[in-house]
């Protein structure tokens, strides 16, 4: 992954949805735990909010209702990438708590394998490196590319956000890596020339 030279690159994973066994995943919004995370997240302007330039997002409503406020708050247009989207689980659909997390176990440890369906790790992980690729082009073809064009941030989920960070820091796949269990709304810091991960997960509305 050498496209975008010195950008920094921030992937964050959306925060609190409202869950409906009625409503298909892709379409769950954030709820309002969710929305006041995000903006309680708007306050960080010095630790890392402020030198965003550019923001990426998942077609999923509950990353687009986070890149959209963080949008608002910047100024900044959302360019949508379906790419971004979170692992495929429309073969089971919503599963309760409990259930979802035995089989996002196997997912993470059964990486070349499909389970109950879903898509697996390793295609998913592959997706998601593509998809950030596309978005270093991207950015560059904007006139972006290096500190000049400031850091860029990618609204996304966060079992690819998983996926991509075991990646950039060359670790196999492993839910080890997995971000916090707070519902979402955590982020990294990355760069892609070299592939490089800066710390771990961390929550979007923590003061650093």
């Not at 995943?25 to 006041?36: D, F, H, T």
């Not at 960080?44 to 509950?62: D, H, M, P």
């Not at 997706?127 to 006139?143: E, K």
């Amino acid at each position: 992954m050498s496209e975008g030279k010195n950008t920094r690159y921030y992937f964050i994973s959306h925060p609190n949805v409202q869950i409906s066994a009625e409503v298909p995943v892709p379409q769950w919004p954030l709820s309002e735990l969710g929305r006041r995370r995000m903006h309680a997240a708007l306050k960080q302007q010095e630790a890392w909010l402020g030198n965003i330039g550019a923001i990426f997002s998942s077609a999923e409503r509950k990353a687009l209702d986070s890149a959209e406020i963080l949008a608002g708050h910047l100024g900044l247009p959302v360019q949508v990438l379906e790419a971004l989207g979170e692992n495929d689980r429309s073969a089971t659909g919503f599963l309760p708590p409990a259930e979802f997390e035995q089989v996002a176990d196997e997912f993470f440890a059964r990486p070349e394998q499909s389970v109950r369906g879903w898509e697996t790790a390793a295609a998913a992980q592959a997706r998601i490196v593509g998809a950030v690729q596309q978005v270093a082009r991207s950015h560059a073809s904007q006139g972006g590319e290096g500190d000049e064009g400031g850091a860029v941030a990618i609204l996304s989920h966060g079992a690819v956000g998983t996926l991509l960070y075991c990646h950039l820091a060359g670790l196999p796949i492993s839910r080890r890596w997995d971000q916090p269990a707070n519902g979402g709304g955590n982020f990294y810091r990355f760069e892609l020339n070299p592939p490089r991960v800066h710390g771990t997960w961390q929550p979007i509305d923590a003061a650093l």
